[in-house]
């Protein structure tokens, strides 16, 4: 789709520090847009589940800055549930995709201590191919 990537400093400077939720957050827009195909802002519906509380709520960020659907236009939500899930829907293309986390990578997220362990992951997360973070799933709704 040639949407102009989101910068680690353009994320920091939105949320205000760097984390591994608020770059899962980010990546999870991006390829949101580029599988079904769709521009920033308009058109699109956001929700995110078992995200409520910090850190991983944190995503939530990451999402409106990368998907630009916000709070403010009532284009994205979060719900509660045990596990984390991320469903992008396109109207304009009646597609969505879904975002669920590998297993291993959850694991780790949990065993992270300190701001510098946080940092590190969220820097290799950020350079990861999203295929190897996410379980992607495109279909219609
Ligand atoms: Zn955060």
Not at 86 to 101: D, G, M, Q
Not at 135 to 141: D, F, M, R, V, Y
Request: charge should be positive; include cysteine.
């Amino acid at each position: 789709m040639g949407s102009k990537k989101i910068t680690l400093k353009a994320g920091i400077d939105f949320h205000g520090h760097l984390g591994p939720w608020l770059v899962l957050g980010i990546l999870a827009g991006q390829t949101a847009l580029d599988k079904l195909g769709c521009a920033k802002y308009f058109g699109l519906q956001v929700k995110a589940w078992g995200v409520i509380h910090k850190p991983k709520s944190c995503l939530i960020d990451g999402l409106q800055l990368s998907t630009g659907a916000t709070y403010g236009k009532g284009s994205i939500e979060k719900l509660n549930s045990p596990s984390v899930k991320v469903e992008v829907r396109s109207h304009k293309r009646n597609k969505k995709v879904v975002f669920t986390l590998k297993q291993g990578l959850l694991q780790k997220l949990e065993k992270l201590n300190t701001h510098a362990e946080s940092e590190t992951l969220a820097k290799r997360i950020f350079k990861s191919n999203p295929s190897e973070i996410f379980c992607i799933k495109l279909s219609n709704p």
